[in-house]
């Protein structure tokens, strides 16, 4: 792929703001481009040599491989993998999956350090967002020990809409419905039939909305 068009791709990704058209149009010279479909896995390690990625179009989860367990979901515009610039060993143990039709990029890891130690606004961006996932599961922790199995999952409920959601025709926050009551149950912690219960508890008391492709906040 031609590097104007990767410069497109980088473009909407806060992390390379900072650097200018030319070291971005640099960047796109290692830069590596992939189309992975719904539902294929994106190997963090092998296949994609121990890379960073950056999510141009669609949404990712990552699962820890050894509990085959969703550790985070993230949505375009995020970047992920970056656990290989710091532990390559637990690196291994991560592998990502499509939850829909999904465009990439990616870069080796040794490449992205070379990257990092050149421009300070890059390593501190990712810094960053590294930091800002480490306080998500913080947080994951902090609830499991102190609020209960139904307020654990109506605030991830919330939360997820929030975040993945978009407003409607009709004026609704509206998010597609990429989990399955079962990875749901494994970021909050709980059991799949405790999901179900919730989620339909929710829609009796017309808090949310959601079928098979969509799920909303009616409130």
């Not at 830069?31 to 949404?59: A, C, R, T």
């Not at 480490?134 to 020990?145: G, P, S, T, V």
Request: glycine residues 6%; hydrophobic residues 35%.
């Amino acid at each position: 792929m031609k590097a104007i068009t990767k410069y497109w791709f980088l473009e909407d990704f806060n992390l390379f703001k900072k650097l200018g058209m030319f070291n971005m149009m640099k960047i796109c010279e290692i830069l590596e481009m992939d189309n992975i479909q719904k539902g294929k896995p994106i190997n963090l390690h092998d296949d994609h040599k121990n890379s960073v990625f950056f999510l141009k179009k669609g949404s990712v989860k990552i699962v820890n491989k050894t509990t085959n367990t969703v550790k985070y979901v993230l949505k375009r515009g995020n970047i992920f993998g970056e656990l290989a610039l710091y532990d390559k060993k637990a690196a291994t143990e991560e592998i990502g999956y499509a939850l829909e039709d999904c465009v990439i990029c990616y870069i080796a890891s040794d490449h992205m350090e070379q990257l990092m130690e050149k421009h300070k606004s890059l390593k501190n961006g990712v810094l960053k967002i590294y930091g800002l996932r480490i306080q998500k599961l913080e947080r994951r922790l902090q609830n499991l020990l102190y609020k209960d199995s139904i307020t654990r999952i109506k605030e991830f409920i919330a939360d997820y809409i929030e975040e993945f959601g978009e407003i409607n025709e009709t004026g609704q926050l509206t998010a597609k419905n990429l989990l399955s009551h079962k990875e749901i149950a494994n970021l909050t912690n709980t059991s799949r039939q405790t999901v179900s219960n919730v989620l339909s508890r929710m829609r009796k008391e017309g808090l949310i909305d959601y079928n098979i492709d969509f799920i909303s906040n009616t409130k």
